[in-house]
């Protein structure tokens, strides 16, 4: 059950980052992913439910990341480098998903039924503020989401440009670079502390 309903979905999402949502029907759908229509209808009750729950598994697999990170011990750096580095992981092991999600976001208004993304990039963004206001004790950082937001917005110029391009932009060194960009404000303000207060080790 579960390897049918997965071939519909990988189906479907091929079709959909291909063609997009509307050029891509049901039967094109279970010819792709060799099933009948009763199959699918088995399993989804219509396109539009077969979409939204294609949607739902993409960010979830997010949602899994951030979950793992949130039982990670390591240092603000390290987290932070193990988020991008998964995120750059999933884009190569799944670019049907990524390419799908780009088609989406950049689609005229209506070309796909609507899906709350914004709102799943918004939870996402606040998980990763909640990381860095964990290490924040000495309130160095005055604005985790701002923060949060630059890091998701360069890590999304590097998958675009990966996609656009070809080149290996996502490396686990870039994703360090990525980091380190927004660290070093970190630790210039640690230097800059007034005399008395205690310097921490790089966060």
């Given at each position: ?104 976001m950049f689609s005229p208004e209506g070309g796909y039924p609507h899906f ?58 870039n994703a360090e670079k990525l980091v380190d960009l927004l660290l070093p ?19």
């Amino acid at each position: 059950m579960k390897r049918t309903r997965n071939a519909i979905l990988n189906a479907a999402t091929q079709l959909f980052a291909q063609k997009g949502y509307a050029g891509s029907s049901i039967r094109e759908i279970c010819q792709a992913a060799a099933i009948t229509k009763p199959v699918l209808y088995y399993h989804f009750r219509s396109k539009e439910h077969l979409y939204e729950e294609l949607m739902l598994d993409i960010f979830n697999q997010t949602r899994k990341n951030l979950l793992l990170l949130s039982s990670f011990h390591g240092s603000l750096r390290d987290r932070l480098i193990l988020y991008v580095s998964s995120e750059f992981n999933n884009s190569k092991k799944d670019p049907n998903s990524v390419r799908l999600l780009f088609r989406m976001m950049f689609s005229p208004e209506g070309g796909y039924p609507h899906f709350n993304f914004v709102q799943e990039f918004k939870r996402e963004r606040m998980e990763i503020a909640k990381f860095i206001k964990e290490k924040n004790e000495d309130g160095i950082f005055r604005d985790p989401e701002l923060i949060s937001t630059a890091l998701m917005g360069m890590m999304l110029i590097e998958i675009l440009e990966y996609f656009f391009t070809g080149r290996r932009t996502l490396t686990r060194r870039n994703a360090e670079k990525l980091v380190d960009l927004l660290l070093p404000f970190h630790r210039e303000a640690e230097i800059t502390l007034p005399a008395g207060i205690g310097k921490r080790g790089r966060a």
